[in-house]
C-alpha cells in the first residue's frame, strides 16, 4: 500500500478546520494526528509518511471536529495538572484556563500540612483530583450535582483518594460536617450569563448547566461565596473562577462577607479578568 506524507494531511487538516472557524485549527489537526498515531504531537515529525488507513481516520476525526464537536470529546481525554482525565458527552471539558485556580491553590496550600480541601462543582473531578496528585497528604473532597457529571468524575476517581460527594452547592446544609475545617475552597462553577453567544462547542456540547447561571452569571457563584465563608477554618483561602464580565462583581459579593478579606482579582494569560481569591479572617 503507498505511504503518503503526514505533513500534507496535516496542512489539509488544517485547512478544513480553519474553514470550519475552528479557534486553534493548527493545534487541533496536530493533536488528531498524534491521537491517531498514538505518538506525542511533538513527535509527529518522526513519522514523515503514513499508510493510507492513518490518513483516512486522520480524515474521520477532522470532519468531525468540523462540526465542532469538541477536540476532547473525539481524543477522550483532557488535562488538569498532573491529571489526564477522561470526557466525553455530558460533562464540561476542563479549559487550560482553570490551571491558573490550580496553581494559585497550590501555592496557598504550600506549607500547610494535612490540609483540607474541597472541590465545589467537580464536573469530571479535574481540580480536586490535580489537588491529590499534587498533595498526597491532602484530605479532599469533590461535590457535583448532575449525575452524568458524577458518573465521569466516579470513572476518573476510581483508584483515587478524592472523597466524591453527590449535592447541591445552594444547599444551606452541604458539607456541615466541614464547617470551619477548610484549608482550600476551589471553585469553577457555572458562571456565563443566561443569553450570552457561546460557540457550538459549548453551546452544542457542555451541559447547559455547566455553563450558564442566571441573567448575570451570578446565580450559582453567591451561594458559593456564602458556602466558601462557612466552610473555611480562619486563614484558609477561596479561590473561584469567573466570567471575564465579573471582575467587580464578584470581589464584591466576596467583600460582602465580612470574615472574608484580603479580596484580589487576578487576570489569565490572555489578561482577562478570570478569577477572585479571599482569605478567612482569624
Ligand atoms: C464550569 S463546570 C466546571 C467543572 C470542573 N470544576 C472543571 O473545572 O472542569 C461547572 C460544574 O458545576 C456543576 N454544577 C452546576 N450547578 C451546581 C450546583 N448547584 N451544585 C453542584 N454542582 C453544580 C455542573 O454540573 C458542572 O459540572
Given at each position: 500500500?503507498?505511504?503518503?506524507?503526514?505533513?500534507?494531511?496535516?496542512?489539509?487538516?488544517?485547512?478544513?478546520?480553519?474553514?470550519?472557524?475552528?479557534?486553534?485549527?493548527r493545534?487541533?489537526?496536530?493533536?488528531?494526528?498524534?491521537?491517531?498515531?498514538?505518538?506525542e504531537?511533538?513527535?509527529?515529525?518522526?513519522?514523515?509518511?503514513?499508510?493510507?488507513?492513518?490518513?483516512?481516520?486522520?480524515?474521520?476525526?477532522?470532519?468531525?471536529?468540523?462540526?465542532?464537536?469538541?477536540?476532547?470529546?473525539?481524543?477522550?481525554?483532557?488535562?488538569?495538572?498532573?491529571?489526564?482525565?477522561?470526557?466525553?458527552?455530558?460533562?464540561?471539558?476542563?479549559?487550560?484556563?482553570?490551571?491558573?485556580?490550580?496553581?494559585?491553590?497550590?501555592?496557598?496550600?504550600?506549607?500547610?500540612?494535612?490540609?483540607?480541601?474541597?472541590?465545589?462543582?467537580?464536573?469530571?473531578?479535574a481540580?480536586?483530583?490535580?489537588?491529590?496528585?499534587?498533595?498526597?497528604?491532602?484530605?479532599?473532597?469533590?461535590?457535583?450535582?448532575?449525575?452524568?457529571?458524577?458518573?465521569?468524575?466516579?470513572?476518573?476517581?476510581?483508584?483515587?483518594?478524592?472523597?466524591?460527594?453527590?449535592?447541591?452547592?445552594?444547599?444551606?446544609?452541604?458539607?456541615?460536617?466541614?464547617?470551619?475545617?477548610?484549608?482550600?475552597?476551589?471553585?469553577?462553577p457555572?458562571?456565563?450569563?443566561?443569553?450570552?453567544?457561546?460557540?457550538?462547542?459549548v453551546?452544542?456540547h457542555?451541559?447547559?448547566?455547566?455553563?450558564?447561571?442566571?441573567?448575570?452569571g451570578?446565580?450559582?457563584?453567591?451561594?458559593?461565596?456564602?458556602?466558601?465563608?462557612?466552610?473555611?477554618?480562619?486563614?484558609?483561602?477561596?479561590?473561584?473562577?469567573?466570567?471575564?464580565?465579573?471582575?467587580?462583581?464578584?470581589?464584591?459579593?466576596?467583600?460582602?462577607?465580612?470574615?472574608?478579606?484580603?479580596?484580589?482579582?487576578?487576570?489569565?494569560?490572555?489578561?482577562?479578568?478570570?478569577?477572585?481569591?479571599?482569605?478567612?479572617?482569624?
Amino acid at each position: 500500500m503507498s505511504r503518503q506524507p503526514l505533513r500534507l494531511a496535516i496542512m489539509e487538516a488544517e485547512r478544513i478546520l480553519a474553514e470550519a472557524g475552528v479557534a486553534s485549527p493548527r493545534t487541533d489537526a496536530e493533536l488528531i494526528a498524534a491521537h491517531v498515531l498514538g505518538a506525542e504531537r511533538g513527535k509527529l515529525m518522526l513519522t514523515p509518511l503514513v499508510d493510507r488507513q492513518v490518513i483516512e481516520a486522520i480524515g474521520q476525526l477532522v470532519h468531525q471536529r468540523a462540526k465542532r464537536i469538541p477536540l476532547q470529546h473525539l481524543l477522550g481525554w483532557a488535562v488538569m495538572g498532573a491529571v489526564t482525565l477522561q470526557v466525553g458527552p455530558g460533562v464540561f471539558v476542563p479549559r487550560p484556563e482553570t490551571e491558573l485556580l490550580l496553581e494559585w491553590g497550590l501555592e496557598f496550600l504550600a506549607g500547610r500540612e494535612h490540609p483540607v480541601v474541597v472541590d465545589l462543582c467537580t464536573g469530571t473531578g479535574a481540580l480536586a483530583l490535580a489537588v491529590a496528585a499534587e498533595r498526597p497528604d491532602a484530605e479532599v473532597h469533590a461535590v457535583e450535582i448532575d449525575p452524568t457529571a458524577l458518573a465521569w468524575a466516579r470513572r476518573n476517581m476510581e483508584s483515587s483518594r478524592v472523597r466524591l460527594h453527590s449535592g447541591d452547592v445552594t444547599a444551606p446544609d452541604l458539607f456541615a460536617e466541614l464547617d470551619a475545617r477548610v484549608d482550600l475552597v476551589l471553585c469553577n462553577p457555572p458562571y456565563v450569563p443566561v443569553g450570552t453567544a457561546v460557540p457550538p462547542e459549548v453551546g452544542e456540547h457542555d451541559p447547559f448547566k455547566a455553563v450558564f447561571s442566571g441573567s448575570d452569571g451570578l446565580t450559582v457563584i453567591r451561594h458559593v461565596v456564602n458556602l466558601s465563608a462557612r466552610l473555611l477554618k480562619p486563614g484558609g483561602a477561596v479561590v473561584i473562577e469567573h466570567d471575564d464580565t465579573h471582575a467587580e462583581s464578584v470581589p464584591e459579593l466576596l467583600a460582602t462577607r465580612k470574615v472574608l478579606t484580603d479580596v484580589e482579582d487576578h487576570d489569565d494569560l490572555a489578561g482577562r479578568p478570570r478569577f477572585a481569591t479571599a482569605i478567612r479572617t482569624s
